[in-house]
T-cell receptor, first 114, second 115 residues
Framework: DGGITQSPKYLFRKEGQNVTLSCEQN?????MYWYRQDPGQGLRLIYY???????QKGDIAEGYSVSREKKESFPLTVTSAQKNPTAFYLC?????????????FGAGTRLSVL | AQTVTQSQPEMSVQEAETVTLSCTYD???????LFWYKQPPSRQMILVIR??????QNATENRFSVNFQKAAKSFSLKISDSQLGDTAMYFC????????????FGTGTRLTVIP
């Protein structure tokens, strides 16, 4: 089945710890995105990547880092510098072409702080 | 920056009835895309419908249709013959055609379909 796989579904972080959220897609999409969702708010863009080995900061990149070494993978690291990491994190991908630029989402990862 | 406003935090509708969710946006651009996404309790974001700003015809997908008023910067979603499975959060989103084609989301409307 084609799709976007996020893991783990639930993740707990201890204070001062870095944690990494996985996002893998087999849709052959060029562009990938990370969003954060807090209660009562819409999704906010953390980072995005339009091509392998390149990525850009979104609106709330502070305290996060990403890499894009393979087309299929776009992991997000929540660093200890992110003081309020508890949220629901969604990964998305799209073809990157304007003609059909629909973003498809994974099932999300819920991150909580211990 | 683009802003998207959904002024109805919660709505409810009787099963089989029709409901309209409101969305307004602010942009200085002339060409863009607008989307409605559904987020059921599973929290998976699912695309409901997409509208291209250069098209005057309102998009329709089965029981879902939009009322796109470009001059008023309004993009409402109409759900006809509401079903229990329509219970979800609904997010309106804007995509610019310049730059990185990122999505800007509203804060969502929680829709409950009552049996």
């Amino acid at each position: 089945d084609g799709g976007i796989t996020q893991s783990p579904k639930y993740l707990f972080r201890k204070e001062g710890q870095n944690v990494t959220l996985s996002c893998e897609q087999n849709l052959n999409h060029d562009a990938m995105y990370w969003y954060r969702q807090d209660p009562g708010q819409g999704l906010r863009l953390i980072y995005y990547s339009q091509i392998v080995n390149d990525f850009q900061k979104g609106d709330i990149a502070e305290g996060y880092s990403v890499s894009r070494e393979k087309k299929e993978s776009f992991p997000l690291t929540v660093t200890s510098a992110q003081k309020n990491p508890t949220a629901f994190y969604l990964c998305a991908s799209s073809t990157g072409s304007l003609a059909k630029n629909i973003q498809y989402f994974g099932a999300g990862t819920r991150l909580s702080v211990l | 920056a683009q802003t998207v406003t959904q002024s109805q935090p919660e709505m409810s509708v009787q099963e089989a009835e029709t409901v309209t969710l409101s969305c307004t946006y602010d942009t200085s651009e002339n060409n863009y895309y607008l989307f409605w996404y559904k987020q059921p309790p599973s929290r998976q974001m699912i695309l409901v419908i997409r509208q291209e700003a250069y098209k005057q015809q309102n998009a329709t997908e089965n029981r879902f249709s939009v009322n796109f008023q470009k001059a008023a910067k309004s993009f409402s979603l109409k759900i006809s013959d509401s079903q229990l499975g329509d219970t979800a959060m609904y997010f309106c989103a804007f995509m610019s055609l310049t730059g990185a084609n990122n999505l800007f989301f509203g804060t969502g409307t929680r829709l409950t379909v009552i049996p």
